[in-house]
């Protein structure tokens, strides 16, 4: 982990859910934000939890989880959510994400 925002997220997530896998990844550094910021990141979470869930209420449950943060600093948050069986299907690969298109800048 590199930040206490990143630790904090990761943390939440073990405590709630137990994941099998689980990846917290800071992508600030792709966005136009000050150096050493902790406000994009992507969530790769595997977990049981989400057995017989449809995506939306994954994603639903995470955001609750992660409310206070996104409430806070955290400016954007991207989720690949998994069943230990979808994650072993996909081979356990997440799609790379895009580059930051500059918000409203573009």
């Known amino acids: 982990m590199n930040g206490p925002v990143q630790q904090q997220i990761h943390d939440t997530l073990v405590d709630a859910l137990a994941p099998v896998h689980l990846q917290v990844l800071n992508e600030s550094h792709m966005h136009n934000v000050p150096a050493g910021s902790e406000s994009h990141f992507k969530l790769v979470i595997v977990a ?59």
């Open 48 to 106: 049981t939890e989400f057995s017989d869930k449809r995506l939306i209420q994954r994603h639903r449950e995470v955001n609750a989880l992660l409310k206070p943060y996104l409430d806070g600093e955290v400016h954007a948050l991207s989720m690949h959510t998994h069943t230990p069986d979808e994650w072993a299907a996909k081979g356990e690969v997440v799609p790379d994400s895009p580059p930051c298109r500059g918000g409203s800048a573009v």
